[in-house]
């Protein structure tokens, strides 16, 4: 069993509709990021977080530290927001680097 | 405004051919600083870590190796390629632990 496991693995939606993207750990962490992965290839870093919830434009992070499940909502899907979204957690420990989730598919149609 | 570059951006070897890839990042100080590897139908994975200078810690044995031989430059090397080796590889950068991460552009290598 993964130690990062996302879900859906591929979702594809209509422009406007509301995104949940779920990731569930099964280890301890020091935080845990969302990342989304462009088709080129690059990685941008959308959200660090460790407890509660956080919210940056139309995108929406929620963390239950005790469920050790976070959440990703998009609220008013676009097509640009059509990316592979990747869930990551920092182990602790030296340089706290991340393991991660397999990544979830999206794509927005317009 | 802190920024990482990654070269070369693509690049193609032979089995058994040396390689390095190289890493830095500019505007800020004593950074972390990270090797990811993306290989085809596979998971982001992490291969090696530095704090600082000269100091490296690996994750998953393999026929890479990594070095610090300046405070912002990562390179990542292997003596002799295998097709295993073939993937996206990232570099990345931190401020210290448990703190955000800024990913480079990444290196697609492919070894036939």
């Known amino acids: 069993k993964n130690e990062v496991e996302q879900s859906p693995q591929n979702l594809t939606a209509q422009e406007g509709e509301f995104i949940t993207i779920n990731c569930s750990y099964s280890?301890?962490?020091?935080?845990l990021h969302w990342l989304q992965q462009h088709p080129g290839g690059g990685i941008v870093s959308l959200f660090m977080?460790?407890?509660g919830k956080k919210k940056h434009g139309r995108l929406i992070a929620t963390i239950n530290i005790q469920e050790k499940h976070s959440s990703l909502h998009i609220t008013a899907s676009h097509p640009r927001d059509s990316a592979v979204y990747i869930c990551?957690?920092?182990?602790?420990?030296?340089?706290?680097?991340?393991?991660f989730g397999k990544g979830t598919h999206l794509i927005i149609q317009p | 405004s802190q920024t990482i570059h990654q070269w070369p951006a693509t690049l193609v070897q032979p089995v058994g051919s040396p390689l390095s890839l190289e890493c830095t990042v500019e505007?800020?100080?004593?950074?972390?600083l990270y090797w990811y590897r993306q290989a085809a139908g596979r998971g982001l994975q992490l291969l090696f870590y530095?704090?600082?200078?000269?100091?490296i810690s690996s994750e998953v044995p393999q026929n890479l190796s990594a070095s610090r031989p300046q405070d912002r430059q990562f390179i990542l090397s292997s003596k002799k390629l295998l097709l295993s080796d073939s993937g996206f590889y990232l570099c990345?950068?931190?401020?210290?632990?448990?703190?955000?991460?800024?990913f480079g552009p990444g290196t697609r290598l492919t070894v036939l």
């Open positions: 990551a957690v920092g182990r602790g420990g030296g340089a706290d680097g991340l393991t």
């Open positions: 977080l460790s407890s």
């Open positions: 505007g800020t100080s004593n950074p972390n």
């Open positions: 280890v301890g962490i020091s935080a």
């Open positions: 530095s704090v600082g200078i000269g100091q």
């Open positions: 990345a950068w931190s401020v210290g632990s448990w703190h955000e991460q800024f």
